[in-house]
């Protein structure tokens, strides 16, 4: 089974910074890669699918890259209502989660 | 727009069954796509249950497998999980969803999308 590995679990930041969250696979997955954002008491929702492509409404300031067993999301001005949980997902397969935090 | 609504008791005791339907608004499930079930231990992660094609073809985690049983009923437009012999570590909040698939041979992208708002079963005497 193919591993999904989030770094790191918990991070802190400022509104206004550039916030990267990386997503590792335990082997090549090509940009079979999805990224979610959880908010507590909420279900997740769906921000990007196939590694780069965006879901309607998304705001601009997500975005996603890479392949292979290495992705990334980045936040490129972070505003306080992206403060929640990020989750990767590769078939049926989540990553554990990482936490976002207001500094 | 699509909508999932999940139903289904709060609390179920040890060695039952937890039984839950999803009804889905805004599309008609025999239209295609596939629907699955996703739960989340208290503050924890994903995990993946099973999924439904509309025309009945079914997929498990292998970890549930021999105790997750899940149908669709399109005349109701609803789909549906049982899973039996519940304890303790099946207290979770259950979430359906839709799920879209591109396949691109020999792999298939998927992912989740909508969610339900998720119900949040407990398993206790």
């Known amino acids: 089974d193919i591993q999904m590995t989030q770094s790191p679990s918990s991070l802190s930041a400022s509104v206004g910074d550039r916030v990267t969250i990386t997503c590792r696979a335990s082997?090549?997955?090509?940009?079979?890669l999805n990224w979610y954002q959880q908010k507590p008491g909420k279900a997740p929702k769906l921000l990007i699918y196939?590694?780069?492509s965006f879901q309607i409404g998304v705001p601009s300031r997500f975005s996603g890259g890479g392949s292979g067993t290495d992705f990334t999301l980045t936040i490129s001005s972070l505003q306080p209502e992206d403060f929640a949980t990020y989750y990767c997902?590769?078939?049926?397969?989540f990553g554990q989660g990482t936490k976002l935090e207001i500094k | 727009q699509v909508q999932l609504q999940e139903s289904g008791p709060g609390l179920v005791k040890p060695s039952e069954t937890l039984s839950l339907t999803c009804t889905v608004s805004?599309?008609?499930?025999?239209?295609?796509?596939?629907w699955g079930w996703i739960r989340q231990s208290p503050g924890k992660g994903l995990e993946w249950i099973g999924t439904?094609?509309?025309?009945?073809?079914?997929y498990y985690n292998p970890s549930l497998k021999s105790r997750v049983t899940i149908s669709v009923d399109t005349s109701k437009n609803l789909f549906s999980l049982k899973l039996s012999s519940v304890t303790a570590a099946d207290t979770a909040v259950y979430y359906c969803?839709?799920?879209?698939?591109?396949?691109?041979?020999?792999?298939?992208?998927?992912?989740?999308?909508?969610w339900g708002q998720g119900t949040l079963v407990t398993v206790s005497s």
């Open positions: 969803a839709r799920e879209p698939r591109v396949v691109v041979v020999p792999a298939v992208l998927t992912w989740f999308d909508p």
């Open positions: 082997q090549s997955i090509s940009s079979y």
């Open positions: 997902q590769q078939n049926y397969t």
């Open positions: 196939g590694a780069s």
């Open positions: 439904i094609y509309h025309s009945g073809s079914t």
């Open positions: 805004g599309y008609s499930i025999s239209s295609g796509y596939y």
